[in-house]
């Protein structure tokens, strides 16, 4: 069951995407990204509610919680300033780049987190995950040279740049997540669901400063793919966590499977807003998606 709930959690987590994509269309990042947050906040507030009140309404499923002490409400601010700032970027580079390019390069992200924890935690990578970081980083080279075919230039391009900065700020979000879930003991629901509440905080001061003074020149218009990308990123943390608890579980193996959603991000980015040179990109992706088991079967392995 655990393995079924981490694809779903890959399908899920690529819709997100292409939500995303679509929400951002005419619209600013900064509103599309507030109303994010607001949805999540209203999904987990019964989760809130149960956990502060002691109701047991989710006894027993991924979804129960307690009510946290001040230092671990302090551990979440930290993980939502920092998980804020990673969507911030991320949004906007999806924005303005090819889904085909946003895909693959979110896909490395076991890559930075792993050389994160060997530099962290004294994680020692093996030949298989070597040969798996090796492999990303041609596959990204050769990424980059498709992206110069669409006059995008992986060097000067701000828009890269974001891209790559959102990919770096969640793989130390990750990492964050293993310390203070694992080390400090935090529930993943009493995390997931604060975590939500805190970054709609920030994000109300964010769009006071940086939107409302502006309304008359950056418009906004409604879509129904803005809630779509809350209800999809909550389902697919949700089955995450639902794959982690199950008994005998591999966390290597959900983190790889759940990298397989770039192919639904590809899929639909091709389909659904007709991006080119999908050959070049596709072998690319093929080159990351290798990668990536390779990570897996070293992580297993190890």
């Not at 498709?146 to 790559?164: C, T």
Request: with cysteine; aromatic share 12%; net charge positive.
């Amino acid at each position: 069951m655990w393995v079924a709930a981490a694809f779903l959690s890959a399908l899920l987590l690529g819709l997100y995407d292409v939500s995303k994509k679509r929400s951002l269309r005419g619209n600013a990042v900064v509103v599309v990204l507030w109303l994010n947050t607001l949805f999540s906040t209203i999904i987990f507030l019964p989760v809130i509610i149960n956990g502060e009140l002691g109701l047991g309404w989710f006894e027993g499923t991924p979804l129960s919680s307690h009510s946290g002490t001040l230092g671990e409400h302090l551990f979440v601010a930290i993980k939502s300033a920092i998980t804020l700032s990673s969507w911030l970027c991320g949004y906007y580079a999806i924005k303005h780049l090819p889904l085909t390019i946003v895909g693959p390069v979110n896909a490395t992200r076991p890559v930075v987190v792993l050389v994160g924890a060997m530099l962290l935690f004294g994680e020692r990578l093996n030949m298989w995950q070597w040969g798996g970081v090796l492999l990303t980083i041609v596959s990204l080279y050769l990424l980059s040279h498709a992206g110069r075919k669409e006059d995008i230039s992986f060097r000067h391009s701000r828009h890269v740049w974001a891209l790559f900065a959102a990919m770096l700020l969640g793989a130390v979000s990750g990492l964050y997540d293993k310390y203070i879930i694992s080390t400090e003991g935090l529930e993943p629901s009493f995390v997931q669901s604060w975590f939500c509440v805190y970054q709609l905080l920030m994000m109300t001061l964010i769009v006071a400063i940086m939107w409302l003074p502006k309304t008359r020149r950056d418009s906004f218009h409604w879509s129904w793919a803005i809630p779509l990308i809350s209800i999809f990123v909550s389902a697919a943390d949700i089955c995450y966590y639902n794959a982690l608890s199950s008994e005998g579980s591999m966390i290597a193996i959900v983190s790889m499977i759940r990298r397989s959603s770039v192919l639904v991000t590809f899929t639909c980015g091709a389909l659904l807003f007709g991006e080119r040179n999908l050959k070049t990109k596709a072998l690319d992706l093929a080159l990351i998606l290798v990668g990536m088991i390779l990570l897996a079967i070293g992580s297993v392995n190890g």
